[in-house]
Structures are given as structure tokens and as C-alpha cells.
């Protein structure tokens, strides 16, 4: 059963305060009506006490003592009786009986010297009442005793307007208590339901939407949580959306990379099976076949290799090698690619620099970035730089190229972006997904990479790997 909150929130609020009430009425009716009866059985006592100290002193004018004490207490509703030590009453001013009835226990106890105080007894007296039983001892001899009584209907009353004013207290206080359960439930309310209505607008594909944050309460931070993971979820639907662009565009570039080796490998294939390749071009075909295989093998491996990359199931060995002696092995190996270009690679790095990393690994990261490098400089200078900084050994690989404007520089290490989007046969990284393996590798290096490029100018990439 569905029980909205507003009312949720009024039950447990009226309960709360019903219950809280009536316990705190029950302890205060108690209190009072304790009160009441100490109050007036000490007051008994006392005016007993009185009458006996008197008797004592004045023995004989003692009658006209206790109807002057008879007259005193008729006005504050209180008798009193004097008897024996058979019971007998002596003097009264209100029992009309000749004895007192008392019980073994209660005569005992006064024989004693004990007080007796009843502060609530029901029609002993006649009526009911409250009373108190004093011995009256001579010369160390018990001669009887005093008895007071008051009757309970003063006390009553009282405690009986104390509890009228508890009632009126409690509903004046539950009257309140539902307007300020009212106004904080309906406000609590509206609250969840902009968060209902925020959740389904996101459910929906909307990340615009935001909820305005109050820091007074844990709504208040729910909703500050809810704006947060919306512009998380923001971002991620856009990083997704240019994902999923780039991916049709690496899949439109792949298509048509496809088409063009796979179609001049079917052309070759059938011109040799229906001898209509002269032998003197049989050769060069079977070269332009192996060259456009190559190719094919070089997209599938980019893929498996990142993959592998990604999912950390590469192992790296590492090892001490001399930086020198490695970026003139690169210098070597692109040198001839450079020139075509007309670029120049100049390596500057002392004989003493090593550096910590898997041989194959570092090479694949240095020649990928240096082929880049060459493929958008022309007739410029390539630089390979490396030396120590903080304890760290620091790579450097500058060119004089064309250079990325800064929203480029920032797209660079997704997948599939390609700083050109064009199909322009490239001997590595042409699809767009050599620098994300770049990245990849030299974090797997425990290392960081970043890049600076000037539009026009050039760019240059800086690694930074742990001694």
C-alpha cells in the first residue's frame, strides 16, 4: 500500500507528540497528586504535634485548648479526634463513633511511638479521607493518641484542574505540532518531487537539467549529489557521442583502406591466373600485393595491439639502456622516410644517459611519435632530445611541422582521432590510433607524457619516465 509522505510525516509527528503527552501527563498528574498528599499529610502531622505539645503543657485547661485548635482547623476543613489507650475517644470534633477502629498492626505501631500517615483511604472515616495517627506519650508512658483527618475531595479537586489544564496544554500543543508537521511536510514534499521529476527528465536523455541546492538538510546535499552525477553523466554522454563519431569515422576510414588493398590484390591475383600480367610486370605486381598485405596486417595489428594495451596484458621487461645509443637506432631507421620529406633528424643526448624501460616498448612509443612528427613537417628539423630532470629521465621529440591549434592538442590521445581526416596512405599510425597506444605505454611505464604545439610553429612531445 502506497502512503504518501506528506502523511507519513503527519502520523509519525502526531504520534510522536500523543505519546510523549500522555507519559509526561501520567508522571506529572503523579507528581502533583503526590505532591498534594505530602503536602497535606505533613500538614496534619504538624498541626497534631501542635495539639499534643499544648495538651502536654496545660493540663488543665487542655478542653478549651482543643476547641480553640477545633475552631482553628474547622475553617481549613480538618477534624480531629483524642483517645486512650483503649481507644476510646476523649474528644472529638468530627467522629460521632465512641471508639477508633484500629488494626493490630496500626495499634501496635503506636504503642511503639510511630506515626501513622494514610494518604489516601476510601470511606473508613465515614468518608473518604486522609489521615494521620500520632501517639500521645506521658512521662514515657503511652496514654492514647491523636487522629486528624482532611477530606480527599479538596485534593481532588485539585489534582483534577492540574490534569483539565494538562489536556488543554496537549491540544493546544498537538494543534501546533500539525501546522509545523504540515508546513515542513508539504515543504519536504515539493522537494522530492523536483527530484522525481529531475530523475525522470534524466531518464529521459536530458543532462541539462539541474536542482536548485539548499546545504540546510541531507535533501539539500542529495541534491547537490543529483547536479554532480548529472554533469558526470553530461560528460560522459558527450565523450561517448564523439566516441561513437569517431568510431564511424575509423570505420569509414578502414572501409575504404580495405577497399583499396583488397581490390588491388584481387586485380593482381586474377591478371596472373588468366595471363594477362606480361613477366616482366609479374614481379612488381607480386610487390604491390605483398606491399597492400602489409598494409591489411598493419590495421588488424594497430587494434590487437591497443586492445592489449588497454587490458593490461602486455608485460613489460625492463632493462638499462643507453638513450644515445637508442634514438640514433630511430634516427637510422626513419631517416630515409624523414628525407623524402626533406626533414632532418637531429639527435642531441650525452654518452652517460640510460634510461629504465622494456627495449621494444620504448622504441614503439619513439618511433610512433617521430613518424607523426615527420608526417606533418616538411622541409623542416626533427628533434630528439633527451638529459635528466628531477630525477627523472625526460624525452624529448620536437619537429617544426604545422603544429594543432588547442582543442586539437586535446583530442590527440583519443581513439581513432586522426589530426587529418584524410586517407592518405601513411606507413604507421594511419588510423588514427597510434598515439592512444603511445599513451598507454608510458603509463604502463609508470610515466607521463604531454605535448605543446603552436599553430604554424611546430610541436613537441615531452615523456618523462622514473629513474
Known amino acids: 500500500m502506497k502512503i504518501k509522505y506528506f502523511y ?41 504535634k501542635s495539639i499534643l ?9 487542655s478542653r478549651e485548648i482543643l476547641k480553640s485548635y477545633g475552631h482553628v482547623l474547622e475553617s481549613r476543613d480538618i477534624q480531629y479526634s ?4 483503649r481507644s476510646a475517644i476523649i474528644f472529638s470534633t468530627g467522629l460521632k463513633t465512641p471508639l477508633i477502629e484500629l488494626n493490630v498492626d496500626e495499634w501496635r505501631a503506636l504503642q511503639s511511638g510511630k506515626a501513622i500517615t494514610v494518604k ?39 489534582i483534577s484542574q492540574m490534569n483539565s489544564y494538562l489536556i488543554y496544554t496537549t491540544f493546544i500543543a498537538l494543534v501546533i505540532a ?5 508546513i515542513l511536510s508539504t515543504f519536504h514534499g515539493r522537494r522530492i518531487k523536483r527530484l522525481r521529476s529531475a530523475t525522470a527528465t534524466v531518464a529521459l536523455g536530458d543532462y541539462s537539467v539541474r536542482i536548485p541546492t539548499e546545504g540546510i538538510d541531507e535533501i539539500g546535499e542529495l541534491a547537490g549529489d543529483f547536479n554532480g552525477m548529472v554533469e558526470k553523466l553530461a560528460t560522459s554522454a558527450e565523450e561517448i557521442e564523439n566516441l561513437e563519431n569517431r568510431r564511424r569515422q575509423f570505420m569509414a576510414d578502414v572501409s575504404h ?38 598494409r591489411l596486417i598493419r590495421l588488424v595489428n594497430e587494434n590487437l595491439d591497443y586492445e592489449k594495451i588497454r587490458s593490461n596484458q602486455v608485460t613489460l621487461v625492463k632493462q638499462e639502456i643507453q638513450l644515445k645509443e637508442l634514438l640514433e637506432i630511430i634516427k637510422d631507421q626513419l631517416g630515409d622516410a624523414a628525407a623524402e620529406r626533406g626533414d632532418e ?39 630528439l632530445k633527451g638529459f635528466m630532470h628531477d630525477n627523472r629521465t625526460v624525452i624529448e621529440i620536437g619537429d617544426t611541422g604545422i603544429g594543432m591549434d588547442p582543442e586539437e592538442v586535446e583530442k590527440i590521445w583519443s581513439r581513432f582521432y586522426k589530426a587529418i581526416d584524410s586517407r592518405t596512405t601513411n606507413p ?21 607524457i604531454t605535448v605543446e604545439s603552436v599553430k604554424g610553429e611546430g610541436t613537441k612531445f615531452r615523456i618523462e619516465l622514473p629513474r
Open 8 to 48: 507519513q510525516q503527519l502520523a509519525s509527528h502526531f504520534s510522536v507528540i500523543i505519546i510523549a503527552f500522555l507519559i509526561l501527563s501520567l508522571l506529572f498528574s503523579h507528581f502533583v497528586e503526590q505532591f498534594v498528599y505530602d503536602n497535606k499529610t505533613e500538614e496534619l502531622a504538624t498541626y497534631g
Open 345 to 383: 633528424i637531429v639527435v642531441d643526448v650525452t654518452d652517460d644517459l640510460f634510461i629504465f624501460a622494456d627495449y621494444d616498448r620504448l622504441t614503439q612509443v619513439l618511433i610512433n611519435i617521430t613518424k607523426n612528427s615527420i608526417q606533418f613537417t616538411e622541409n623542416g628539423l626533427i628533434s
Open 428 to 448: 604507421y599510425g594511419e588510423f588514427g590510433l597510434g598515439l592512444s597506444i603511445v599513451k598507454q605505454l608510458v603509463t604502463l611505464h609508470c610515466g607521463t
Open 53 to 61: 505539645s499544648d495538651i502536654e503543657q496545660v493540663q488543665g485547661s
Open 82 to 85: 483524642l483517645f486512650n489507650e
Open 120 to 158: 489516601q483511604e476510601y470511606k473508613r472515616f465515614e468518608q473518604a479521607v486522609t489521615y494521620v495517627l500520632l501517639p500521645y506519650f506521658h512521662r514515657n508512658q503511652f496514654i492514647g493518641g491523636i487522629l486528624l483527618t482532611s477530606p480527599i475531595k479538596g485534593s481532588r479537586e485539585i
Open 178 to 182: 500539525l501546522l509545523l508537521s504540515g
Open 257 to 294: 583502406e580495405l577497399r583499396t588493398p583488397l581490390t588491388t590484390i584481387r586485380g593482381i591475383i586474377e591478371g596472373l591466373r588468366n595471363d594477362m600480367i606480361s613477366e616482366s610486370e609479374k614481379e612488381r605486381g607480386l610487390q604491390l600485393a605483398s606491399n597492400e598485405t602489409m
